[in-house]
């Protein structure tokens, strides 16, 4: 009999800091502006989960309730795609945990330029990668670096969305969409068009609303019944073809996106049979969901909640405090009070910013869905329903 398992599928640790991080640019330039010549003593971190928390959340120690598998998703970008020594090692040691990765994309835009898109994790291949002292799951380096080497098109800032889906399709990695609804400059047409490709979908994410999951929800599934619509008039229900050959699976992940704590605010529940899984057993599920989506469906299952506008001020002002406690040695009174001023207010900011394009591409979203005649009051839902606190 199949047991539901607690997977975090989404978590930070301090190799998301720094140039790996998609906001260094922002939070540079704006510690150049406030510290000027004291910049380069001052180092800024987004956060600062060491791999020691890592091990002690794998023992239930720094969670509401103990988790089964644990996928870290650092950020990697251009400028810094290195994943410590120390990561691969806890992988060696525990095969609960999965060496994974979130990686920002870009899409081709108007005049030869390009768009900020969709953020992509990875979680690996199947089976164990080998190594000098034991076999560990997720993803290798050299897998990183190539990825850096030929997704990123001649002039493109950082790997383009495609090219990476195909990549991960060809070497057999199994990946997601991460927050689809995540406020980046992109059109509807976009967003569906992208998400149409994944068999995995974060629809629930810890850093979002839950009206942005609701939304996906159905976006998933209406997109999964113009699927099932076009094979059935195409005849191929009987006939299916190879797995590669069929339409994406779509099924939702719960991501928690966890910088700060409540690191398994939101979770994957993974169901499998004969005894508890591995990392590798979850890699290998996602693998194979194109054989039988619907059975695969039944194996994934986002828990937990989403969050407030508020909540996430709060945990951004929380962390620019931590910073501000880190370097407080190095600068006067009133330059620490200055920071903290400035950077609050740059909190609310851009979180309320971030929320309020949300909600604009909900209610895109939304009236993309009743033009497929999705129900008016459930298309109305996904853009009006309010969010709950954590």
């Known amino acids: 009999m199949a047991v539901a398992y607690r997977v975090i599928t989404h978590i930070h640790s301090s190799g998301s800091n720094a140039q790996a991080s998609p906001g260094s ?7 150049d502006r406030m510290l000027g010549a004291v910049r380069a003593e001052v180092a800024w971190f987004e956060c600062d989960t060491s791999v020691a928390d890592l091990e002690a959340i794998l023992a239930g120690k720094r969670t509401r309730r103990p988790v089964d598998l644990l996928f870290l998703t650092d950020h990697l970008s251009p400028a810094h795609h290195h994943i410590d020594e120390a ?26 330029t390009w768009a900020l898109g969709h953020d992509v994790l990875l979680y690996g291949q199947a089976g164990l990668r080998p190594g000098p002292t034991g076999g560990y799951y997720g993803l290798t380096q050299e897998i990183i670096d190539e990825i850096f080497d030929v997704c990123i098109p001649d002039g493109a800032p950082l790997p383009e969305t495609m090219r990476l889906r195909a990549f991960c399709r060809e070497r057999g990695i199994a990946c997601a969409l991460a927050h689809p609804l995540d406020g980046h400059a992109l059109t509807v047409k976009q967003i569906v068009t992208v998400l149409a490709t994944f068999d995995f979908v ?74 508890p899984p591995d990392a590798g057993d979850f890699v290998s599920a996602m693998l194979s969901a194109r054989t ?57 900011t851009e979180v309320r910013s971030k929320y309020r394009a949300a909600r604009d591409q909900r209610a895109q979203l939304a009236e993309w869905l009743s033009e497929r005649s999705e129900p008016r009051s459930l298309a109305r839902e996904a853009v009006d329903s309010p969010s709950r606190s954590c």
């Open 87 to 112: 990561v691969f090692e806890l992988g060696r040691r525990c095969h609960r945990f999965g060496v994974g990765a979130e990686i920002q994309t870009c899409l081709p835009a108007a005049g030869g």
């Open 25 to 31: 640019r922002v939070v540079n330039e704006w510690l």
């Open 202 to 275: 974060e629809t629930l994410n810890g850093g979002y609303p839950e009206a942005n999951a609701r939304a996906l929800e159905r976006l998933c599934a209406a997109l999964r019944r113009e699927q099932h619509a076009g094979l059935a008039r195409s005849g191929a229900l009987a006939h299916p073809g190879s797995a590669a050959e069929r339409p994406a699976a779509l099924i939702g992940l719960g991501g928690g996106d966890a910088h700060l704590r409540d690191f398994d605010r939101v979770v994957t529940e993974f169901r499998h049979d004969g005894g």
């Open 292 to 348: 039988d989506p619907d059975a695969a469906r039944r194996l994934f299952m986002p828990s937990g909640r989403g969050m407030t506008s508020s909540r996430l001020i709060a945990e951004a002002i929380t962390i620019g405090l931590r910073n501000v406690a880190r370097a407080r040695h190095r600068l006067d009174r009133r330059l620490v009070a200055a920071i903290v001023v400035s950077g609050s207010k740059i909190a609310v």
